[in-house]
């Protein structure tokens, strides 16, 4: 078989990184969700620019090369832009700017330019189209010529004019920006979505993209975006400034939004200078950016520039650097965070990376150990970008030394030394002596004494801290055997609030068996499959000895869940403190066995929403359940009815979607009678 020639090696490496960038495009900007970061997509796009350019006989009309992002949503009308949305070429070094404003100038033929300067939003650019002052249309930039009709969504931002301020406005005016989420809504959407147990966005650009593209308006209206301009495009019967920090000033005079940070610089020192800067102001910034964009100010210099395929030659983007070093792992030891979850931690030779020394990264979990086969003694390649928690990118095998060995999860807990577990489908590996563990001491006490678990009316988080720190207690039971005067002792403790606990502890003797089994915490084990091993085995005795196969008799629970609690309750340590509580006074009523006439509704999956009048959302799920429903926090097509309160949510703009039936508090009522 003759040799392969570089040009079919070259052709072979281009269609696969086409392949796989087309594949981040779909992830990235249709899912909304990356699977990759956004400098390992640079360097994808970089290696496919430089293999083109070298080949030009290879470059195709579909290259991502060719064009920007990606097709857009079936879910939305199409929008064409009349003047392309192109996206900016990237400067990843001083050097590559310096190139480009020499190239700008050579072409030009001045010595020296005046640069428009911004910080680069991470988040999506949008396009805004006015006429007669007032806002028509919107559209996402898409694949750069046809974008997604986003219009109704975009009205309900409120840094978005609906109509223009002034009256010597362009007929026609194309206002071109980026949609934004900042730092502290995006921390606020997040903690929203934690308590309402749905799934956090991954950065504030994916909560910005994601809220954008809701079908329902209305969700979009209750997501704090906001929006900055930074161009233009179509402008018809008007006339615009002839540099473009002057337009930008127009822009802000009609009513739109841009960033403080804008400004004019002169020459290419003068960029050079902005980013440093910006750089170094980053942290405190209230939105995201992830570099700044250079732009020849002049308009009339703009257009004797001209563009590229794919960029204008009048701007860049001056990414923030992802940065790397080499360093050699000098150990890999493992952590017990307060849930239990075992993370392995590398120890490495202290290196001078992103601003910082850094000497640990975490190793998140055995697959990922297993992706870089990290081992010890390995030289490694360690990033950090910005705030980013130092991470390592890859092992450079051929610098390994003899055969180490591979590392494996230990199979004892290093801090209690009960057995661990990896639950098939996860990446993380738990411990399992959760009412015994040091290191989930707080965190299980915490959740014993919550409201739906034994519910201790005033064992509040600062309060379980300051006696696990005291060494007052170890474990659950140890609650039931503090006094008065331990409990005054404790800061912002007085005597009545001490008693008020010993009260409340009093009292969360007097439980359910149900509630008991969830407050014990056992993984997987949630409010619905307790009550389910309640109803099912009746005492906790039965549930305790019961092998695997008897649990899964069981309504609901599977391999997964029967595997957890034959573990939990093979701990001894996890015994000896059920045992303590039991000794301490911990009891419930004999469970009655209900016949399938007393669950009418058994086998039916309930999902409530918004504020119930006239019983609470967990007297409305308690009854539920005594009636055989489940009750899920979240909306999907197994759903059988979505219970509407005052103010709902999502949930209930999913249910219609999906054509779940939808029942008033009332008809609820009716249904529980």
Not at 30 to 38: G, K
Not at 329 to 342: M, P, S, Y
Not at 623 to 648: F, I, R
């Amino acid at each position: 078989m003759p040799p392969i020639s570089p040009h079919e090696q070259a052709r072979d490496r281009i269609a696969q990184l086409r392949d796989d960038i087309n594949h981040h495009n779909y992830r990235y900007y249709i899912l909304d969700d990356p699977e990759i970061t956004d400098s390992e997509y640079d360097r994808l796009l970089r290696e496919l620019q430089d293999l083109e350019q070298h080949y030009p006989d290879l470059i195709t009309p579909d290259s991502p090369t060719q064009r920007v992002g990606a097709a857009p949503l079936e879910s939305f009308s199409e929008v064409k832009h009349r003047i392309p949305m192109l996206s900016l070429g990237n400067a990843f070094n001083n050097e590559e700017v310096l190139d480009f404003d020499r190239r700008a100038r050579e072409r030009l033929d001045v010595e020296v330019i005046d640069y428009a300067v911004e910080p680069k939003l991470d988040g999506l650019a949008i396009s805004l189209r006015y006429e007669n002052g007032v806002l028509v249309q919107a559209g996402t930039r898409g694949d750069g010529t046809t974008g997604e009709d986003v219009t109704l969504n975009v009205r309900t931002i409120d840094t978005i004019p609906l109509r223009l301020v002034g009256d010597d406005y362009p007929q026609v005016l194309e206002v071109r920006g980026e949609i934004i989420m900042n730092k502290a809504g995006f921390e606020k959407l997040n903690r929203q979505r934690r308590e309402q147990g749905e799934k956090e966005f991954v950065n504030p650009r994916n909560a910005a993209a994601g809220s954008l593209r809701q079908l329902d308006p209305r969700i979009t209206a209750a997501r704090p975006l906001s929006f900055f301009s930074y161009g233009v495009g179509e402008v018809l019967g008007g006339r615009l400034e002839d540099r473009h920090s002057a337009i930008i000033k127009q822009l802000q005079g009609w009513g739109l939004r841009i960033n403080p940070e804008s400004k004019v610089v002169k020459g290419v020192q003068g960029c050079l200078d902005y980013y440093q800067k910006i750089q170094e102001k980053r942290d405190s910034l209230p939105y995201e950016i992830d570099g700044v964009v250079f732009k020849v100010d002049s308009i009339a210099q703009q257009e004797r520039l001209g563009f590229v395929a794919r960029a204008p030659r009048w701007a860049i983007a001056r990414k923030f650097p992802a940065q790397e070093e080499m360093t050699v792992v000098e150990a890999i030891d493992v952590q017990v965070g307060r849930t239990g979850a075992l993370t392995p931690v590398a120890r490495l030779q202290p290196v001078f990376v992103g601003g910082v020394t850094v000497s640990n990264a975490t190793l998140h979990n055995q697959d990922e150990i297993d992706r870089l086969d990290v081992r010890v003694g390995d030289t490694v390649i360690v990033r950090r970008a910005g705030d980013v928690i130092p991470q390592i990118v890859s092992v450079v095998r051929s610098r390994r030394q003899g055969r180490p060995r591979k590392f494996k999860m230990p199979t004892h807990c290093p801090v209690c030394g009960s057995a661990t577990e990896r639950i098939e489908g996860e990446a993380k590996t738990f411990c399992t002596g959760g009412l015994y563990c040091e290191a989930q001491r707080k965190e299980m006490i915490k959740h014993f004494a919550s409201r739906r678990a034994l519910d201790i009316e005033g064992l509040g988080e600062k309060l379980v801290e300051q006696l696990v720190d005291a060494g007052l207690v170890h474990d659950p039971a140890d609650l039931y055997a503090l006094n008065e005067a331990q409990l005054s002792g404790m800061e912002r403790m007085a005597e009545k609030s001490a008693q008020n606990i010993l009260a409340a502890l009093e009292k969360s003797k007097q439980t359910t068996l149900a509630r008991f089994i969830y407050a014990l915490g056992i993984h997987n084990v949630g409010e619905t499959t307790a009550q389910t091993l309640a109803q099912h085995f009746a005492t906790l005795e039965q549930l305790m000895t019961a092998d695997e196969e008897s649990l899964q008799a069981a309504p609901d629970v599977g391999p997964i869940v029967a595997h957890s609690i034959v573990t939990f309750f093979a701990q001894p340590h996890n015994r000896e403190v059920i045992d303590k509580l039991l000794a301490a006074g911990l009891h419930w009523p004999e469970v009655e066995i209900k016949s399938e006439d007393a669950l009418p509704l058994k086998g039916k999956t309930f999902v409530l929403t918004g504020t119930l009048t006239q019983m609470s959302r967990n007297d409305a799920k308690a009854a539920l359940q005594a009636l055989g429903a489940k009750v899920s926090g979240s909306v999907s097509k197994k759903t059988d009815y979505v219970v509407v309160g005052e103010n709902p949510g999502s949930k209930a703009v999913k249910a219609e979607q999906l054509g779940i039936e939808i029942l008033s508090e009332s008809e609820l009522l009716q249904r529980l009678e």
